[in-house]
């Protein structure tokens, strides 16, 4: 099998004759024999895999803020080990405040062989690393999680590797920071003007045009702000201004105060503060807005106050299992088969983004169709288990469908609540249907009468045959060129077949007509 005899082949083999192949001079054919001869592979391979090296990083006030950790395993066979036995179940980490997830696991190398290193990631408690998570963590390997090519696991380590969060020195967050309007770029409109009542003695009011637009490039430490739009609401008019964020609009308001006076001055300052808005460096804010009677949209500055390590959600969900049954002789007649992954994410996954299109199942015979999808859980959260519904080629498994089946996840279908989606894996999982059924059908009996007197001047004479299998007979199979009828002028026609039953089954009897 696959061209040279590994430890992949081991196992029992069984060496069937087929019937009326082999044949004396007379032309007598020896019987079929379905267990003609067996023979056993046995490579030899019983040495169990080991972890050639670990490792985990500690945790320092370099990662506060950040969502996860890695942990680094590499693992070593005398033959080859088994990838698709590794998975985030291999390992546990526990801390403080007790076990940490384990979200997901990638390869150096995804195909089998030795030796193969595994990136186990490990969400924070909590989110995200800060302070309390502060304490001793221990990373513990499973027994019986990853194996290599003949079945023999890696043995658990309950200490296998270990590291320290020290997070209780943090940096000191990032002073206040004011930006004054007339140093955003003007887009549309905006005129920059000096008035000693500006913090910085000008400020941007509006210019030719209806729409006033201008930009500021974000580029202080990324976190959660809160800004502040300084500006002057005068008594002459409504302006309307708008904050977007990255094109999208955080924030909206109309200048209706007219608390003060007509001009700008102290009477008719105003703030505007947008609370906990997540930013990063590069992240481009806008000021857009439309001045309205006497009122010219006069802004004088922008505010940055930090307020926390957090940023906007940009990690993916992944795959933490995913599982295909094999098909076997249980299901032989069944009509589906389930596969089942779940997702899991370091804030929630969108369950209203799982749906039968996340999969495709590819076999022998082509894709085969998935008809349906259910969850575990039916509101966002992490982890979510999908179980989609396959339905067999030609409505139910048969030996026609055996062979190797391959499942494929897609990209950009299964997402978090941040709109971050799974990568796509076109060898999410496989699965074996193998019916069992290798027992060639055999004659159980066979008759052609004599002719005789009788016969003289009839036209056809019957040949009954009848078939046998230990599952059933394919009917379809049964036609006049299953027999050749010769005689002392040579070959006889054989014209017809009649079945007793049409349906596959076990035995069938057909009765052939010769002419």
């Given at each position: ?14 060496v069937?004759?087929l019937?009326?192949?082999v044949?004396d001079t007379?032309?007598n054919?020896?019987?079929?024999d ?41 693992f ?34 995804a195909?089998?062989?030795t030796?193969?290193?595994a990136?186990y990631?490990?969400?924070?408690p909590g ?29 658990a ?8 969060a ?41 210019g030719?045009?209806?729409e ?14 809160d ?7 005068e008594?002459?008019?409504q302006?309307?201004m ?24 102290q ?6 503060t ?5 930013l ?34 940009a ?6 299992s995913?599982?295909a ?17 779940t997702f ?35 509101s ?17 498994w048969?030996?026609?469908?055996d ?6 996840l897609?990209?950009g279908e299964v ?14 999982a ?9 027992t ?13 007197p009788?016969q ?17 007979i394919?009917?379809a199979?049964?036609d006049p ?13 054989v ?6 039953t ?13 002419a």
């Amino acid at each position: 099998p696959g061209g040279s005899w590994d430890s992949a082949d081991d196992g029992a083999y069984t060496v069937a004759l087929l019937g009326g192949e082999v044949a004396d001079t007379s032309g007598n054919a020896v019987a079929a024999d379905p267990t003609l001869a067996s023979f056993t592979v046995d490579s030899g391979d019983s040495t169990a895999p080991v972890v050639q090296s670990a490792s985990a990083p500690d945790i320092g006030p370099a990662q506060v803020g950040t969502t996860n950790t890695d942990i680094t395993v590499t693992f070593a066979d005398d033959v080859a080990i088994d990838t698709a036995s590794i998975d985030a179940g291999d390992i546990t980490v526990t801390g403080p405040g007790g076990a940490l997830s384990v979200t997901g696991v990638s390869l150096d190398t995804a195909s089998d062989g030795t030796p193969r290193t595994a990136t186990y990631t490990v969400a924070a408690p909590g989110g995200s690393w800060d302070s309390a998570d502060d304490g001793a963590y221990t990373v513990t390997l499973l027994g019986g999680e990853v194996a290599d090519t003949s079945g023999n696991t890696v043995a658990a380590d309950p200490g296998l590797a270990s590291f320290t969060a020290d997070l209780s020195t943090l940096p000191p967050p990032p002073d206040p920071s004011r930006v004054e309007a007339e140093t955003f770029t003007v887009l549309s409109g905006f005129v920059v003007k000096n008035n000693g009542q500006g913090s910085g003695g000008q400020f941007l009011q509006a210019g030719d045009g209806d729409e006033q637009r201008a930009a500021h490039t974000f580029a202080l430490t990324a976190g959660v702000y809160d800004l502040t739009i300084g500006h002057f609401d005068e008594s002459d008019g409504q302006s309307q201004m708008s904050i977007l964020l990255n094109g999208t609009q955080i924030d909206s308001f109309v200048w209706d105060l007219d608390a003060g006076g007509k001009f700008a001055d102290q009477s008719s300052f105003a703030e505007r503060t947008i609370s906990g808005v997540s930013l990063s460096s590069g992240d481009v804010i806008e000021i857009v807005g439309f001045e309205d009677a006497g009122e010219p949209l006069r802004t004088d500055y922008m505010d940055f106050q930090y307020v926390g390590s957090g940023g906007p959600d940009a990690t993916a969900p992944v795959v933490q299992s995913a599982s295909a049954p094999d098909i076997g002789p249980a299901q032989v007649g069944t009509t589906t088969t389930d596969v089942t992954v779940t997702f899991t994410d370091n804030v929630a996954i969108d369950t209203a983004s799982i749906d039968v299109g996340d999969i495709t199942v590819t076999g022998p015979g082509g894709a085969l169709s998935v008809t349906g999808v259910s969850l575990d859980t039916a509101s966002d959260g992490t982890p979510r288990t999908a179980t989609y519904t396959v339905a067999a080629p030609g409505g139910s498994w048969d030996s026609a469908d055996d062979g190797a089946y391959t499942v494929a996840l897609l990209g950009g279908e299964v997402a978090d609540t941040s709109g971050n989606a799974v990568a796509a894996d076109p060898t999410l999982a496989s699965f074996t249907a193998d019916s069992g059924d290798s027992t060639a059908p055999v004659v159980q009996s066979a008759s052609a009468p004599d002719i005789g007197p009788a016969q003289v001047g009839t036209t056809t004479t019957d040949v009954t045959v009848t078939f046998t299998d230990n599952v059933a007979i394919d009917t379809a199979t049964i036609d006049p060129g299953d027999i050749t009828v010769t005689g002392p002028g040579g070959a006889l026609s054989v014209t017809g077949v009649s079945l007793d039953t049409a349906s596959d089954g076990t035995p069938r009897t057909a009765t052939y007509t010769v002419a």
